[in-house]
């Protein structure tokens, strides 16, 4: 590789469950502002913003339109990744990498309390095949949740433990929405939404925003001493129907992080590195994708957390941000994972530092049953 | 394939009905709220290069700053900058449906205090002399006197004043 790409800062808001005080690109300039503030750079410097936003959520057209305006894309450049946000640093990585541009701003906003999550996901199957037996990406999750336990065993207790470590771990994030100590019997007693997914099993409705700022390794050294540099990345599709995928497995997933690793040069994940920071919508995705990551065989999810590799003390802390389960919205989402990331290798991730940390991944994924999934590993 | 290419759509009605909640934020909660209550248009303005923002709103598109809280009155009244006559009825873009318009004309307003190119809005132009209508004449509204939203409905249409 020619050069390296730094992320030099990051910025989040709280997240919440509904913000009614601020327009969506309000919470998207919020972050920006910030991320400048921390660099020093102003809008001449930035040579394009990449956006990550999606029109049905967002109840507008090509909704970036407003964003680009308080991004200082006036004059200038901007353009959208409708996908999860780890989808958006991958590309701006890339844009770097092409020799076009130097300095690229990142953010990934979104309020999905302005409309039904279920009926907006129902709008990304197919029209004619699909729609009619009211898909959604929560029902899909739940076929997803009862192949995956069926085929390998999984127990309700081992999912359920994967809420108990996410909402504890979120005590000690500011940013998060949601954080209680709270049992495995609370979790197997709240309501069932489809099941096997209770209600305490899924992530909250949140509203929220996220940026960062990339550079060329040559612009790094004068925008901070802690920069952060991307070492490795890998983005994988799986079938559109799901009906093509063995739904026990994530295959897409695999692939993307075999790539990923393979750039970074690691060969043995879980012991290269020292915090995961991954998308999990759902409790069962946590176990899942950890097979996917190689974190453990297939199937072994559930032992993974049950012998307690993946907890603060752990050999690998996951989530220690408690993840998306404490919540944060679809498509902010992978970029709030990045920039979870990157606050672990600089040494400012306070009460939810992992000591130390010198090798981190993020993870992001889009669409049913974790469709197009994105790695990304970070090294200091 | 040795069946025919079908020549007709397969049509599977499908109407999703989607509410969706936007937020005003606090510069256009307070645009809102002057014009519902007192018949004034407010603008804020950038404090690097002084340009005023109208609509008000959270930073300058050009700068790429935080507005400054410090607010002005422009309009309500100003310069018509172009106009229309409208040839066919109006679709309520709310609903879908036909609507009645409050006037026959549409026009492109620059409001007092705004420059061209920063903050120029269009709005309805009720006309009674249409050989009497040119570029850069003076307009001024017409508020709805009751049940004002606070929005730019709450002004009907604006009218020419003839020299």
Not at chain 1, 168 to 187: F, L
Not at chain 1, 350 to 370: I, N, Y
Not at chain 2, 89 to 113: F, K
Request: aromatic share 8%; net charge negative; hydrophobic share 40%.
């Amino acid at each position: 590789m020619a050069d390296r790409v730094a992320i030099v800062a990051v910025a989040q808001t709280k997240y919440e469950e509904a913000r009614p005080d601020r327009r969506v690109f309000e919470l998207a300039f919020e972050v920006a502002e910030r991320v400048l503030e921390q660099t020093g750079l102003n809008n001449d410097d930035l040579d394009i913003r990449v956006t990550c936003s999606q029109d049905h959520l967002d109840g507008m057209g090509i909704s970036d339109v407003p964003v680009s305006e308080v991004l200082g894309a006036q004059y200038g450049a901007e353009e959208k990744i409708a996908s999860d946000g780890a989808m958006a640093a991958r590309y701006a990585f890339i844009q770097i990498l092409s020799g076009h541009y130097d300095v690229v701003l990142v953010v990934a906003q979104c309020k999905e309390s302005k409309v039904d999550q279920n009926l907006v996901a129902n709008l990304a199957f197919d029209p004619i095949y699909h729609r009619y037996l009211g898909l959604d990406f929560l029902s899909a999750a739940a076929m997803q949740a009862n192949r995956y336990m069926h085929q390998h065993g999984i127990t309700p207790e081992q999912c359920a433990r994967v809420v108990v470590k996410s909402l504890k771990n979120a005590k000690n994030n500011p940013y998060a929405q949601r954080a209680m100590d709270i049992s495995v019997e609370d979790i197997l007693r709240s309501p069932v939404l489809a099941y096997p997914i209770r209600q305490l099993d899924a992530k909250p409705v949140s509203d929220g925003a996220c940026a960062m700022i990339l550079v060329r390794e040559d612009r790094a050294k004068r925008l901070t001493d802690k920069p952060v540099w991307i070492k490795g990345v890998g983005s994988c599709y799986d079938a559109f129907y799901l009906g093509d995928r063995e739904l026990a497995d994530c295959d897409s997933l695999a692939a993307a992080a075999k790539r990923a690793y393979q750039m970074a040069g690691i060969t043995e994940p879980l012991k290269e590195i020292d915090v995961a920071e991954i998308s999990a919508e759902y409790s069962y995705q946590e176990l899942l994708w950890s097979e996917g990551l190689g974190f453990c065989d297939p199937g072994e999810g559930g032992r993974l957390i049950e012998r307690g590799v993946t907890g603060m003390d752990g050999e690998l802390p996951l989530n220690p941000s408690g993840g998306l389960l404490s919540g944060c919205p679809t498509h902010v989402a992978g970029l709030s994972r990045i920039a979870e990331a990157v606050l672990q290798l600089r040494g400012e991730a306070g009460a939810r530092q992992v000591p130390g940390a010198k090798t981190a991944l993020a993870h992001g994924f889009v669409g049913p049953c974790g469709q197009l999934q994105c790695v990304m590993i970070l090294g200091k | 394939m040795n069946q025919k290419v079908p020549d007709q759509y397969i049509k599977i009605p499908h109407t999703v009905r989607l509410l969706y909640r936007y937020a005003a934020g606090p510069y256009m909660a307070r645009f809102c709220k002057e014009l519902r209550e007192n018949k004034r248009l407010v603008a804020n303005r950038c404090p690097r290069c002084r340009r005023i923002l109208f609509p008000p709103r959270i930073s300058c598109p050009d700068c790429m700053v935080r507005a400054a809280d410090e607010w002005v009155e422009v309009g309500p009244g100003g310069t018509l900058l172009f106009f229309a006559e409208l040839g066919r009825p109006g679709i309520d873009t709310r609903t879908g449906e036909v609507q009645e318009l409050p006037a026959s004309y549409a026009c492109l307003i620059q409001p007092d205090g705004v420059l061209i190119g920063q903050g120029c809005f269009s709005h309805w132009l009720k006309v009674e002399n249409p050989e009497k209508l040119r570029e850069g004449m003076r307009v001024e509204p017409v508020f709805k006197e009751e049940r004002r939203l606070g929005t730019l409905e709450d002004i009907l249409y604006y009218v020419p004043v003839e020299e």
